[in-house]
């Protein structure tokens, strides 16, 4: 794999430093393992750990590579080919050998999300040590321009602003659609929901299997997706384990978010259509009361 990359925009951070020391693409063969090289040119910008020379001597095989310019990491692993032209430097130091890594290890450890992710520490430090130099890292500081190397580690690990989104209400739509699905042989489920009184909202549904509903909505209020109940009840399924679609009971027979054994089935009638609308494929069916709870009563 090839990390060829097109630079967004160049920056005065593309430029050779004093921990530089540059080369020409005929002395590849001769640069020693582990040092960290940089390749700038045409657009590109790729720095890494090299491991050793391609086959022809004419090209670099490098780890962990990244593109300071954009603050992106590039790929894992792979081999740079310079062209004409091309700038291509090599760091004086490493962590391996400079006076100055001690320092340099110090801005990461005292970096926040560093101190967040405990169990990325050892995978940041190995990172770290791959693409950067003490000297360059102290000089970033110095310049009290730090993002190449904070923004480049969020991207390489999906932390901090490259932390993934979690969609919260696909999170709840899951669960309950999973919890639907699990029932069988006559099971039952308790469920709370939020049903809109408009036409600018979706009804949402929650459960945690037969617990009562007082301790499903304390389980709600922890969740990322809370919402306020306004109904509560039960569904059983009825149909056989094979068939389909499958066939539930729907009641809204919750004393705390209903009116128990005297829910009514038109309320129960309410509750299925926005079951249809949010979780449809299913057959849902209204009853009064608390008539689709299961072997273990749920209230």
């Given at each position: 794999?090839?990390?060829?990359?097109?630079?967004?925009?160049?920056?005065?951070?593309?430029?050779?430093?004093?921990?530089h020391?540059?080369?020409?693409?005929?002395?590849?063969?001769?640069?020693?393992?582990?040092?960290?090289?940089?390749?700038?040119?045409?657009g590109?910008?790729?720095?890494?750990?090299?491991?050793?020379?391609?086959?022809?001597?004419?090209?670099?095989?490098?780890?962990?590579?990244?593109?300071?310019?954009?603050?992106?990491?590039?790929?894992?692993?792979?081999?740079?080919?310079?062209s004409?032209?091309?700038?291509?430097?090599?760091?004086?130091?490493?962590?391996?050998?400079?006076?100055?890594?001690?320092?340099?290890?110090?801005?990461?450890?005292?970096?926040?999300l560093y101190?967040?992710?405990?169990g990325?520490?050892e995978?940041?430090?190995?990172?770290v040590?791959?693409?950067?130099?003490?000297?360059?890292?102290?000089?970033?500081?110095?310049?009290?321009?730090?993002?190449?190397?904070?923004?480049?580690?969020?991207?390489?690990?999906?932390?901090?602003?490259?932390?993934?989104?979690?969609?919260w209400?696909?999170?709840?739509?899951?669960?309950?659609?999973?919890?639907?699905?699990?029932?069988?042989?006559?099971?039952?489920?308790?469920?709370?929901?939020?049903?809109?009184?408009?036409?600018?909202?979706?009804?949402?549904?929650?459960?945690?299997?037969?617990?009562?509903?007082?301790?499903?909505?304390?389980?709600?209020?922890?969740?990322?997706?809370?919402?306020?109940?306004?109904?509560?009840?039960?569904?059983?399924?009825?149909?056989?384990?094979?068939?389909t679609?499958?066939?539930?009971?729907?009641?809204?027979?919750?004393n705390?978010?209903?009116?128990?054994?005297?829910?009514?089935?038109s309320?129960?009638?309410?509750?299925?259509?926005?079951?249809?609308?949010?979780?449809?494929?299913?057959?849902?069916?209204?009853?009064?009361?608390?008539?689709?709870?299961?072997?273990?009563?749920?209230?």
């Amino acid at each position: 794999m090839s990390p060829e990359r097109e630079s967004k925009e160049p920056t005065t951070y593309n430029m050779k430093k004093d921990y530089h020391i540059e080369f020409k693409a005929e002395e590849i063969k001769d640069l020693p393992a582990g040092c960290i090289v940089r390749r700038l040119g045409e657009g590109k910008d790729q720095q890494g750990r090299f491991v050793k020379p391609s086959d022809d001597g004419l090209a670099m095989v490098v780890v962990d590579v990244i593109d300071l310019t954009n603050q992106e990491y590039l790929t894992e692993g792979g081999i740079i080919r310079p062209s004409a032209g091309d700038t291509l430097l090599r760091h004086e130091h490493s962590f391996s050998d400079s006076e100055k890594a001690e320092a340099a290890m110090q801005i990461i450890r005292n970096w926040p999300l560093y101190r967040d992710n405990e169990g990325l520490r050892e995978s940041i430090t190995e990172f770290v040590q791959n693409c950067f130099s003490p000297e360059e890292i102290l000089a970033l500081k110095k310049e009290d321009n730090l993002k190449p190397l904070f923004v480049t580690i969020q991207h390489r690990f999906q932390i901090g602003r490259h932390a993934p989104r979690i969609d919260w209400e696909k999170v709840r739509w899951e669960g309950f659609q999973e919890a639907l699905d699990g029932l069988y042989d006559g099971k039952h489920l308790t469920y709370v929901a939020f049903i809109p009184s408009d036409q600018n909202h979706d009804p949402k549904f929650f459960s945690i299997g037969t617990k009562p509903h007082v301790e499903t909505v304390k389980q709600l209020e922890r969740e990322e997706f809370y919402f306020k109940p306004t109904n509560g009840g039960h569904i059983k399924v009825i149909s056989a384990t094979n068939e389909t679609p499958k066939r539930f009971l729907v009641d809204a027979g919750s004393n705390e978010y209903g009116a128990g054994v005297k829910a009514s089935v038109s309320t129960a009638e309410l509750i299925c259509d926005m079951l249809e609308k949010v979780h449809p494929g299913a057959e849902y069916i209204p009853v009064k009361g608390r008539d689709a709870y299961g072997v273990q009563q749920s209230y």
